[in-house]
């Protein structure tokens, strides 16, 4: 994940570029989450003790803040 995505999106104007960042962000962790794992499997790293449990966290973290601002954003005033 990449903390200046979360960043860079809280200084946009609006809720939506918000959002567009946090997608960007949980997709890197995504992407970070991929290469732990064909590192683990191809023996060129070892499993990282908590890394999964705090990885499996933070996507949750940022599915529930970007559906709880998703769904503010669609909710008329």
Request: aromatic share 4%; net charge positive.
């Amino acid at each position: 994940m990449r903390p200046s995505n979360i960043d860079e999106g809280t200084a946009r104007r609006s809720r939506k570029d918000y959002l567009r960042f946090l997608s960007i962000a949980r997709g890197s962790l995504s992407e970070r989450d991929t290469q732990i794992k064909i590192s683990t499997r191809l023996g060129l790293a070892r499993e990282p003790g908590d890394m999964r449990e705090l990885i499996d966290k933070l996507f949750a973290r940022l599915t529930a803040l970007t559906a709880k601002l998703d769904k503010a954003e669609r909710t008329p005033p």
